[in-house]
């Protein structure tokens, strides 16, 4: 059994446990990247360059490797991709070769952030408020349902490029101007938390779960974290899944406010960044793949309620390779 990860990028840990555990079933892993010099890459078993995500022959080259590697499952760790990658699910299945990811719909739903947070409030589930009309914006500043500082942001986006601080209506107007496909949000006080889930491809259940209270953050990823247990985090976790379905990994970011309320941040159906974490303290979402990929299903989270233990800390760094 095989399986391909798209975009692997910087994800070296990652890529090593995916060996790891495809290994221990004489499985190998196949990595890809449009950049030779992605670090990831020299971490699998097999690698291939690849042309760029919006190439015309991305996807007939990711079948070509499929077939060549004889290939069981394919992930992507980048959003940009998961939306390609989904509109192929079905003719990808019809060779027996598994798209790990939500379908379209919870996908595109993610990745637009304004049609996140209208989501969540359509479905009674606690969001950040996310405006598209500027006089909206200014009538509301003025009527003091949103005061200064103000978050901007592109309307799609990944890893916080594009994220400013904005403390006056001046530098607002400005970004505003420049790029009109953003996003106004208030600036929420508080602590940032993720959950990491992984949903079963068969059952729909949601099988691993780890969360975490994220001490600092560099470049848009959890640089040290703090593994919990929070019942109401979980709780309004499992609200989420049921409303939105989605399906394999998935990565959800909160804010914890001030008066203790979690507040749902941005949904990222894949892969988070500190995934590696979860796997260290025993959320194995690869070998939970690996079973759905034979066919079998795994037991619900309910079943064992984990066996992490809350209060250890995570600190990541950096290492390097000489090509």
Not at 11 to 22: A, D, S
Not at 251 to 265: A, E, P
Request: charged share 25%.
């Amino acid at each position: 059994m095989n399986i391909l990860i798209c975009s692997v990028g910087r994800r070296v840990q990652l890529i090593e446990y995916f060996k790891k555990e495809f290994n221990k079933i004489e499985g190998k892993v196949i990595a890809v990247d449009c950049d030779p010099t992605a670090p990831a890459l020299y971490h699998a078993d097999y690698f291939e360059i690849v042309p760029r995500i919006d190439h015309p022959e991305y996807i007939s080259v990711l079948k070509s490797i499929c077939l060549k590697y004889e290939i069981n499952g394919v992930l992507s760790l980048i959003d940009p991709e998961l939306t390609l990658l989904a509109s192929i699910k079905e003719e990808f299945e019809k060779d027996n070769i598994r798209i790990i990811i939500s379908d379209k719909e919870v996908i595109d739903l993610c990745y637009d952030k304004y049609k996140t947070s209208k989501y969540l409030q359509k479905n009674n589930l606690p969001f950040v408020p996310s405006y598209r009309d500027f006089e909206l914006v200014k009538q509301d500043l003025n009527n003091g349902v949103l005061t200064f500082p103000l978050i901007i942001k592109p309307r799609k986006g990944s890893g916080s490029k594009g994220v400013f601080i904005v403390e006056n209506l001046h530098d607002l107007q400005l970004f505003w101007s420049e790029d009109n496909d953003l996003i106004i949000q208030p600036f929420i006080e508080g602590d940032e938390y993720c959950v990491e889930c992984y949903i079963d491809l068969l059952t729909n259940d949601t099988v691993n779960l780890f969360s975490k209270r994220k001490i600092n953050m560099r470049a848009g990823e959890t640089d040290k974290s703090i593994a919990i247990k929070d019942p109401v985090l979980n709780d309004l976790t499992y609200r989420l899944i049921y409303t939105l379905k989605p399906s394999g990994p998935i990565d959800i970011d909160y804010f914890k406010t001030v008066d203790g309320k979690y507040i749902i941040s941005e949904i990222n159906p894949r892969f988070g960044g500190g995934y590696p974490y979860a796997y260290a303290m025993g959320e194995n979402f690869i070998k939970s793949i690996i079973s759905n990929l034979k066919g079998i299903s795994n037991l619900p989270y309910e079943s064992y309620l984990g066996e992490y233990v809350e209060g250890k800390t995570m600190v990541r760094y950096d290492h390097f390779i000489v090509l």
